[in-house]
């Protein structure tokens, strides 16, 4: 009889090829789309995060207007639309007046307009989660990442300062259906050792966890593993910077920032998605490490009877 974590481990594996009909995806994932393929300079990016923060008014600025709240030039604008794809400002404009009227058009419920501080970080939180599941929809990418994640033996977790609950808590799911996996809270040399000797031990990825404020120590960190040999995979709050950046693959959901601390239902979400897809990689060795693990829990008594 297969314990609780097992029978999920079977019932839950990602149908790979699949991808779901969806409903048009948010304005948020939109622009995602529209500004992540292209490597942008730090000005772009700042006029990037500003038109994702502010899409239904900046839709309808002008040039000047534009530059002047984001604080770059009228000329960085242009070459800015020019970056991502566009033949200029009023064409680059264009598109984001039809996503932002597209967001006007989804009027918020009574229920929404009502809601106190508290509902409105949990309404947040539900809509990055809906732009999570659009992102869903082409499960691909997770399935590829969780199959290189699970073949590198070791496999190193980073996930420093306010991030490193989130890579703690992958580490902690990863140790059960994974034969080594290193954590790493911690940054500067001690980071840099363990990514020096992961890869000496034949590791090849990384998965790191890069939450807003991105530390300076978290880039430095990435940079080691990348001139090391290993692959980076992140999980951030957006796939733009220079985390972003230096990442060989990048999975960006929101945070939830209403409150004075960010909460991460989406990127919880994304590594769990993650660790299924490891358990997908090679289920053979998913459920050995699995029935070895409940039987020394049952012997050591690790956890209550319910």
Request: without cysteine; proline residues 6%; charged residues 20%.
């Amino acid at each position: 009889m297969p314990s609780p974590q097992q029978a999920r481990a079977q019932a839950s594996a990602i149908t790979v090829g699949k991808t779901a009909p969806e409903a048009g995806a948010s304005p948020t994932s939109q622009l995602r789309e529209l500004f992540d393929g292209p490597r942008l300079s730090p000005g772009h990016r700042r006029i990037a995060q500003y038109l994702i923060e502010h899409i239904t008014e900046a839709a309808f600025l002008s040039i000047t207007d534009l530059a002047e709240r984001v604080g770059v030039s009228q000329p960085s604008v242009t070459r800015f639309a020019g970056a991502v794809g566009f033949s200029g400002y009023p064409a680059l404009r264009e598109k984001l007046q039809s996503i932002a009227l597209g967001a006007l058009g989804s009027p918020s419920t009574p229920a929404e307009q009502r809601a106190n501080e508290l509902q409105a970080a949990v309404d947040a939180e539900i809509e990055n989660l809906e732009n999570l599941r659009r992102d869903f929809a082409d499960p691909d990418q997770v399935i590829r990442i969780g199959r290189a994640l699970s073949d590198s033996t070791p496999l190193t977790v980073m996930g420093l300062r306010i991030s490193a609950s989130l890579a703690e808590y992958f580490a902690y799911g990863a140790r059960r259906i994974h034969p080594d996996v290193r954590l790493v809270t911690r940054g500067g040399t001690v980071a840099y050792d363990a990514m020096l000797q992961s890869r000496e031990a034949g590791g090849t990825w990384v998965l790191a966890f890069g939450m807003p404020r991105h530390a300076q120590e978290s880039l430095t960190a990435v940079r080691v593993a990348r001139s090391a040999g290993l692959k980076v995979a992140l999980i951030t709050d957006l796939g733009l910077g220079p985390l972003a950046d230096e990442a060989d693959v990048v999975f960006a959901t929101g945070t939830g920032s209403r409150l004075v601390f960010d909460s991460y239902a989406a990127p919880g979400l994304m590594a769990a998605a993650l660790l299924q897809a490891m358990t997908d990689a090679d289920p053979e060795r998913t459920q050995a490490r699995l029935e070895e693990y409940e039987q020394i829990a049952d012997q050591h008594q690790f956890f209550l009877k319910d």
